[in-house]
């Protein structure tokens, strides 16, 4: 099973996939813990752990409601875990004028892989949008975080950006082999071979040619 949940004034991606034993992953809880439980709770759901794709506040303002609620692990990359701790780098005090902060329990990293069931998230380190930004792989998903949107990318101008990062980031997602089903940290689902169609960043050309 897989439900989105928009949460937050800035509609972040919640995602609850679930292995078929109903073990469930919690992917980039926002925002709105209450709401995250209570879809949880609808569908009994067993949440085994959080998620991460990157540090910043609108991904992470739900994390420490539910790791006490559940007692569970929170996984985020090492580059990325110091914004948990500090308002001021994951952009709750500039963007939002609010202490938000999360705890974290495991460091990923290129590579990892993190059971769940019958599942296996695979992690793949995209830097660009934050230095410790990553996508989660399981089977044919791409949970893409800010790193690719439907049509767009995530900006780079926020603590630990780098545009020529998510440059290379985006080239390297181009070059999967296959399709993927892409769940992105802000609006709709969309597929990696229509983003490689469609979206002049992951494509073949750029905005930047335009101008």
């Given at each position: ?31 709105q ?27 992470i ?27 001021e ?20 990293r290129e ?101």
């Open positions: 099973m897989l439900l989105t949940l928009p949460v937050g004034e800035l509609g972040t991606n919640c995602f609850l996939i679930s292995a078929r034993d109903g073990e469930t992953a919690v992917i980039d809880p926002g925002s813990p209450e709401l995250i439980s209570a879809a949880l709770e609808q569908h009994n759901l067993a949440p085994k752990m959080i998620l991460l794709t990157h540090g910043h506040f609108d991904h303002g739900a994390v420490q409601a539910l790791k006490e609620r559940y007692r569970l692990p929170v996984y985020v990359h090492e580059a990325d875990a110091e914004m948990l701790s500090s308002p780098k994951n952009g709750g005090i500039s963007l939002m004028g609010r202490t938000i902060s999360a705890p974290w329990d495991e460091t990923v590579g990892s892989r993190i059971q769940l069931g019958d599942l296996c998230f695979r992690v793949l380190h995209t830097p660009g949008h934050s230095a410790g930004s990553v996508c989660y792989e399981t089977e044919d998903l791409l949970f893409s975080g800010d790193t690719l949107f439907c049509g767009g990318v995530g900006r780079t101008d926020l603590y630990g950006g780098s545009y020529p990062q998510l440059r290379a980031s985006l080239k390297r997602l181009a070059e999967l082999a296959g399709d993927r089903r892409v769940y992105p940290g802000h609006g709709p689902a969309t597929s990696l071979e229509k983003e490689r169609r469609q979206n002049p960043y992951l494509g073949n050309f750029d905005y930047d040619d335009l101008f």
